[in-house]
């Protein structure tokens, strides 16, 4: 067969320059970070890959027998690890610019962003990659099930249209089981309970994934536009000037405009909320429905005319998911 005699010559390659699977990975992940918006179809590839990657992680020693048994060699160590490095490099370097582009900087957002910052910074310093992470086999799984939430973030929205909450909670559905054999090398104690345990912890996680929600960016959706104005031009869905500082009879008199033009994936239907914040106090929320596709971002606002009876002070108008993903925040001020 002719992979009897490829696959021999490409491990000797790469035997030989060990460094060029890692060098393509990061090239390929550098031009995917460049390229992002031709490149959306990639996901679909990256996803599957990932879960692949999983399974023969978990299956690695059962792999190799077989494919000791079907082609006649063993794969080298070398080669299964650059291989791993690669899809982490790949995976975490793809998904990099649609967290930056989403993330609201000024909340909580922003540690998660940084996490798969470093983390993509780790895939490609080899010294701590291989002597500091691989070695810790159930930090290295935890690190994996990162790169896999964050592709299917990216992924399903892109790929099946799938709303912002369904996304979150298929991929945090995936995390939470891979992370279940993390905590089974971390919980070595030999009781009965042991497996009451090791699911326990695993629902916990779970749990706590889906608290962590609002401090994950929407990794498909961002804002293009914004404006709080006190005018809007209905026939072509323009906003007027805007405002920062608003006084208290403008308000009175006109009411007011939160304009947002978001950008989704073609196909995409979902439904936002525009929530009118007083001094961090919730005054009302507007649910808005949007349509992806359009490059420019589906153009939506909410005209707000009912207003406390001391309106001044700081004003927000968050922009948020149904599952509570922050898109982003238009602030302004009003001024006796």
Do not use: C
């Amino acid at each position: 067969m002719i992979w009897r005699e490829l696959l021999p010559s490409l491990i000797a390659l790469v035997q030989r320059h060990p460094g060029l699977v890692a060098i393509f990975g990061f090239a390929s992940g550098l031009a995917s970070f460049l390229l992002v918006e031709r490149h959306a179809e990639l996901a679909q590839v990256l996803a599957a890959v990932m879960l692949v990657s999983w399974l023969w992680l978990m299956l690695e020693n059962i792999l190799r027998e077989r494919i000791a048994q079907w082609f006649g060699f063993e794969l080298p160590p070398p080669l299964l690890r650059y291989a791993t490095q690669m899809i982490h490099q790949e995976s975490l370097f793809f998904v990099l610019p649609f967290f930056f582009i989403t993330t609201t900087w000024n909340s909580g957002q922003a540690l998660f962003t940084g996490l798969l910052g470093i983390a993509a910074l780790l895939s490609i310093i080899d010294p701590l990659y291989y002597r500091w992470l691989a070695p810790k086999r159930w930090l290295f799984l935890a690190y994996h099930s990162l790169a896999l939430f964050a592709v299917l973030l990216t992924a399903l929205p892109i790929i099946f249209q799938l709303t912002t909450p369904q996304s979150y909670q298929l991929a945090l559905a995936a995390s939470a089981v891979l992370s279940f054999p993390s905590l089974f090398a971390i919980i070595t104690v030999q009781r009965w309970w042991r497996g009451l345990l090791l699911v326990g912890l695993t629902l916990v996680l779970a749990a706590g994934g889906w608290l962590a929600r609002v401090w994950v960016p929407p990794a498909t959706l961002w804002l293009t536009e914004v404006a709080v104005t006190i005018q809007l031009d209905n026939k072509n869905r323009a906003p007027g000037q805007s405002l920062k500082l608003i006084s208290v009879d403008q308000l009175r008199s006109e009411g007011l405009y939160a304009y947002t033009a978001i950008n989704a994936p073609r196909g995409l239907s979902e439904r936002i909320y525009h929530v009118w914040r007083h001094n961090g106090r919730e005054i009302e929320r507007i649910a808005l429905d949007i349509q992806g596709g359009r490059k420019e971002g589906y153009r939506a606002w909410t005209h707000k005319q009912n207003f406390p009876g001391e309106p001044a002070g700081n004003w927000q108008v968050q922009v948020l998911t149904e599952a509570g993903q922050m898109i982003g925040v238009l602030r302004f001020k009003v001024a006796e």
